[in-house]
T-cell receptor, first 110, second 115 residues
Framework: ETGVTQSPTHLIKTRGQQVTLRCSSQ?????VSWYQQALGQGPQFIFQ???????GRGNFPPRFSGLQFPNYSSELNVNALELDDSALYLC?????????FGSGTRLTVV | GNSVTQMEGPVTLSEEAFLTINCTYT??????LFWYVQYPGEGLQLLLKATKADDKGSNKGFEATYRKETTSFHLEKGSVQVSDSAVYFC??????????????WGAGTKLIIKP
């Protein structure tokens, strides 16, 4: 067990819709990061939250937003979905020696 | 900016062959270097890491040495198994605030091991 749980596993949305992806990490893991992994590519950093505040952001537009909650869960919200948003979205929480990743949410935008 | 370049795949080997997957990086400062592995349908698992020059990371028979002079972190294994078939990602740390960091990734190298 990785200690990081993501939901849902798979999701299909229509262009223009909004989506919320969820992540639950282990107690005490104060840092959570979100990555987008397009098919056949390496992950791209979206943003990171540390103690419920955004701690850094990659090259993603404002329609990608997030929240981190006191219970170590977090959300990634994407508004006005575009076809290019189709990807595997990965959540990672801090752990000894590095980051622990969840299994991801596969988002398909049609 | 910082970046990671990996050898393109797929890499196809026979069981018990020697494996090398090349990784080079561009970075300012002194990043930590990582290898992650992704099995089909799964998330990313940390395979090994090195935090400073000349460090060797090792795990499950895999190893990689942080070479600052050649800006490389090549992954090696002496004898691969079918179960090693996966996609391997090289990554480096890029500092954020409060001692946190993001990971900058290579494109991944798919490894196929044939019995």
């Amino acid at each position: 067990e990785t200690g990081v749980t993501q939901s849902p596993t798979h999701l299909i949305k229509t262009r223009g819709q909004q989506v919320t992806l969820r992540c639950s990490s282990q107690s005490g893991h104060n840092t959570v990061s979100w990555y987008q992994q397009a098919l056949g590519q390496g992950p791209q950093f979206i943003f990171q939250y540390y103690r419920e505040e955004e701690n850094g952001r990659g090259n993603f537009p404002p329609r990608f937003s997030g929240l981190q909650f006191p219970n170590y869960s977090s959300e990634l919200n994407v508004n006005a979905l575009e076809l290019d948003d189709s990807a595997l979205y990965l959540c990672a929480s801090s752990s000894v020696g590095g980051y622990t990743f969840g299994s991801g949410t596969r988002l398909t935008v049609v | 900016g910082n970046s990671v370049t990996q050898m393109e795949g797929p890499v196809t080997l026979s069981e018990e062959a020697f494996l090398t997957i090349n990784c080079t990086y561009t970075a300012t400062g002194y990043p930590s270097l990582f290898w992650y592995v992704q099995y089909p349908g799964e998330g990313l698992q940390l395979l090994l890491k090195a935090t400073k020059a000349d460090d060797k990371g090792s795990n499950k028979g895999f190893e990689a040495t942080y070479r600052k002079e050649t800006t490389s972190f090549h992954l090696e294994k002496g004898s691969v198994q079918v179960s090693d078939s996966a996609v391997y990602f090289c990554a480096l740390s890029d500092a954020l605030m409060d001692s946190n960091y993001q990971l900058i990734w290579g494109a991944g190298t798919k490894l196929i091991i044939k019995p």
